[in-house]
C-alpha cells in the first residue's frame, strides 16, 4: 500500500515568514494529493489539493508543488499569520481513488506562528 | 455546507465495555470512513464503506468492527474496550472518487 511520509513534525516560524512542508509517497500510481489543516479541537479540513497532471496550483498565500518523478509534493504558506497555526497533514491515494479506498496522511506537521 | 456530527466529544469507559462511536452525514454522500488519530502516527485508517451494508478493513481493523445500516450513518463499534484503544477518533464522509473528506470533530475516548 501507499506510505507517505511528512516532514518537518514541528515547524516554527516568526510571523510574516514563509513556511515549508513536505512529504513523500511511495506508490508511483497515486494521483490525488490533499492537505488538510487541523485547528486545536476540530476535524481535519481540506485548505488546497493537487493532482497528478498539474504541477503547481496556488490559492491566495497557500500553494503546492508536485514532482512526479521524485515522488514528492510541498505546501508552502508565505506571509504566515496567527491563524496558520495548526496542524497540518499532507496525503496520498493508492490506485482506486482517494475519495472510496480512503486517503493515506502523513504523521502531521504542528506549526507554530511566532509573533 | 456538508456536516459531519459525531456523537460525542469526550467518551471514558471501563476495559472490556462495548463501545458504540456514532457519526452521522448531512449530504448524501456515497463513502464514510473512521479514522484513528494518536501523537506522532498521524490518521490512520480503521474501516471504511462504500455504500450501505457495505464495509472494508483499512489498515487497524483489529479489535474493531462498523455498522452502516442507513446512507447517512455509520458506526464504530468497540467489542471489548482496552486501554490500547484510547484515543481520538475521526469521521470523514466523501461523495466519490479523488474529492474532499469532510471530517465530524472527533471523539476523544479515554479507556481505563
Known amino acids: 500500500g501507499e506510505n507517505v511520509e511528512q516532514h518537518p513534525s514541528t515547524l516554527s516560524v516568526q510571523e510574516g515568514d514563509s513556511a515549508v512542508i513536505k512529504c513523500t509517497y511511495s506508490d508511483s500510481v497515486s494521483n490525488y494529493f490533499p492537505w488538510y489543516k487541523q485547528e486545536l479541537g476540530k476535524g481535519p479540513q481540506l485548505i488546497i489539493d493537487?493532482?497528478?497532471?498539474?504541477g503547481e496550483k496556488k490559492d491566495q498565500r497557500i500553494a503546492v508543488t508536485l514532482n512526479k518523478t521524485a515522488k514528492h509534493f510541498s505546501l508552502h504558506i508565505t506571509e504566515t499569520q496567527p491563524e496558520d497555526s495548526a496542524v497540518y497533514f499532507c496525503a496520498a491515494t493508492s490506485l482506486g481513488g482517494g475519495g472510496a479506498d480512503g486517503l493515506t496522511f502523513g504523521k502531521g506537521t504542528h506549526l507554530i506562528i511566532q509573533p | 455546507d456538508v456536516k459531519v456530527t459525531q456523537s460525542s466529544r469526550y467518551l471514558v469507559k471501563r476495559t472490556g465495555e462495548k463501545v458504540f462511536l456514532e457519526c452521522v452525514q448531512d449530504?448524501?454522500?456515497?463513502?464514510m470512513f473512521w479514522y484513528r488519530q494518536d501523537p506522532g502516527l498521524g490518521l490512520r485508517l480503521i474501516y471504511f464503506s462504500y455504500d450501505v451494508k457495505m464495509k472494508e478493513k483499512g489498515d487497524i481493523p483489529e479489535g474493531y468492527s462498523v455498522s452502516r445500516e442507513k446512507k447517512e450513518r455509520f458506526s464504530l463499534i468497540l467489542e471489548s474496550a482496552s486501554t490500547n484503544q484510547t484515543s481520538m477518533y475521526l469521521c470523514a464522509s466523501t461523495t466519490g472518487f479523488f474529492t474532499e473528506a469532510f471530517f465530524g470533530q472527533g471523539t476523544r475516548l479515554t479507556v481505563v
Open positions: 449530504m448524501d454522500h456515497e463513502n
Open positions: 493537487i493532482r497528478s497532471n498539474v
